[in-house]
């Protein structure tokens, strides 16, 4: 078998040039070495709608790694507007960025190699436009999430279950630097065991669990299809991740929630 | 079903206190805004806009007659906001009911100065012209109600700023909260009515102490 890293970077390159072809004109193929082409497919998902029982992801690519402090450095440098003391608290609450010694500096608590971390879903999201990405769909995140290092389709994988589990008992670790964990399937660095991640549409209505259920009888929360899903409360490493990006707002900052970006590719590459 | 996730989600994060597992389920039922602007007079026409203000987002709408519309202009009204999609079969129309319900709680006098504002999730069936059949069916009127459509980017931010969930499930089908917001005249959320057929009384309340 061809090395995850090796396939994608080759479908990488072709991809990138014809996008140049037909996207950019005849302007040069942007670098993007640490993109990694990720093939469409379908999947069994977490959550399922009555009816719905698989989702459909089209070809896309993902950051090999989440965003570290010096790319985002790189980034509230170039836009102020997100810097620290700027932003509108509208799109990042109080502790947005509060480990950085200041508004354009990382000081002793944000090595340049860490992935960022206290960035709200806003700031994520200005931070992959300014790169012509965006966030991955949840879709998308929860299908890559599923490669072992050797399947792409390994959701119950011992090894990474076991590292998963490891991580959620570590007491405050402090943050490893980016893409020191072995690559899945897919050529991708850091997707468990280092930080959570930020997904466009965190705030789905596929509800798994509702700590507001007690608040009386009667108040229905969502119009259609929310409630007649089903969750397969078994896989566990699965039930927290939505879990826990339902319990998000945008504007929240989290000291172990980072993001990576994703890039559309054209069909066919 | 339900109560069994709960409890195992309460097992989980019971479970995983102070580890590795962040902990912003303490802070889901923070209030949404810093609703320091309570039955404030209404603000001066030119005065800057709070940092948490929804209305200076800047965001691109359309309204039902395809006209350009900039939130910033509901600037010193109360506004009432609906998430919903036009061919909803299940509690839009529900919605739209308790959205008419506050506009007829109100005195004419508050009435006449609060905007209602309905935004869909699906701009691509809700055009326009939908859009102005809606109002018109709903017999809506259009001095005081603004039906809006926008790009699928800028309805995933208008949602996450006022706390919307939503996911589309099909074409032409989407789950989303059930939610109805109030603004305060500089476009900050003052409360938020969720579920069906709520009591609209402090709706009302809240805005003839803006109004008055
Ligand atoms: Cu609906």
């Known amino acids: ?269 | 079903m339900r109560s069994m996730t709960l409890g195992l989600l309460a097992l989980t994060l019971a479970s995983a206190c102070g580890r590795n597992t962040p902990r912003p389920a303490a802070r889901a039922d923070a209030p949404p805004c810093h609703c320091s602007h309570d039955a404030s007079a209404p603000m001066a026409a030119n005065q800057p806009l709070p940092d948490t203000s929804v209305f200076q987002m800047g965001v691109p709408w359309t309204d039902q007659s395809g006209r350009a519309f900039d939130l910033a202009s509901l600037a010193g009204s109360p506004t009432v906001v609906l998430m919903f999609y036009g061919t909803c079969q299940s509690t839009c129309p529900l919605l739209v009911r308790d959205v008419k319900r506050v506009e007829a709680a109100l005195s004419p006098a508050a009435r006449a100065r609060t905007r209602f504002l309905l935004v869909t999730f699906d701009p691509s069936t809700d055009t326009p012209e939908r859009l102005s059949a809606l109002a018109a069916e709903d017999h809506l009127d259009l001095s005081r109600w603004t039906l809006l459509r926008g790009a699928d980017h800028d309805i995933r931010t208008f949602a996450t700023v006022l706390g919307v969930q939503f996911s589309r499930v099909g074409p032409g089908e989407y789950t989303h909260s059930n939610l109805i917001t109030l603004l305060d005249p500089q476009g900050v959320v003052a409360t938020q009515l969720e579920g069906l057929q709520q009591p609209v009384e402090e709706f009302a309340r809240r805005i003839e102490g803006y109004t008055r």
């Open chain 1, 1 to 269: 078998m061809i090395p995850a890293a090796r396939w994608s970077s080759t479908l990488l390159l072709s991809a990138l040039l014809a996008s140049a072809a037909t996207a950019w004109g005849q302007r040069a193929p942007q670098p993007a070495p640490d993109l990694r082409v990720i093939r469409g497919g379908e999947y069994r998902p977490f959550y399922r709608l009555r009816g719905r029982e698989r989702v459909t992801v089209r070809a896309f690519a993902l950051d090999a790694r989440p965003v570290t402090n010096e790319r985002f450095l790189a980034f509230v440098r170039a836009n102020p507007a997100w810097q620290r003391t700027r932003v509108r608290r509208l799109f990042a609450d109080q502790d947005y960025l509060a480990h950085w010694a200041g508004d354009a500096e990382l000081g002793p608590s944000a090595r340049p190699s860490q992935p960022v971390t206290r960035v709200s879903w806003f700031a994520a999201r200005a931070f992959c436009e300014a790169q012509g990405r965006r966030l991955p769909t949840e879709a998308e995140w929860e299908y890559v999430a599923r490669a072992s290092e050797r399947s792409p389709d390994a959701p119950r994988d011992p090894a990474t279950t076991a590292r998963i589990l490891a991580w959620y008992g570590r007491p405050n670790a402090t943050l490893e630097d980016v893409g020191a964990s072995r690559p899945n399937y897919w050529g991708l660095h850091d997707l468990h065991a280092l930080v959570w991640e930020w997904v466009e549409d965190f705030n789905s209505a596929l509800v798994v669990t509702d700590s507001r259920d007690n608040q009386g009888p009667g108040i229905a929360r969502f119009c259609g299809a929310a409630s007649s899903g089903a969750a397969d409360v078994g896989d566990y490493v699965a039930f927290m991740r939505y879990a826990f990006r339902q319990s998000l707002r945008g504007s929240y900052t989290v000291r172990n929630l980072g993001f990576r970006c994703a890039a559309d590719i054209a069909p066919g590459e």
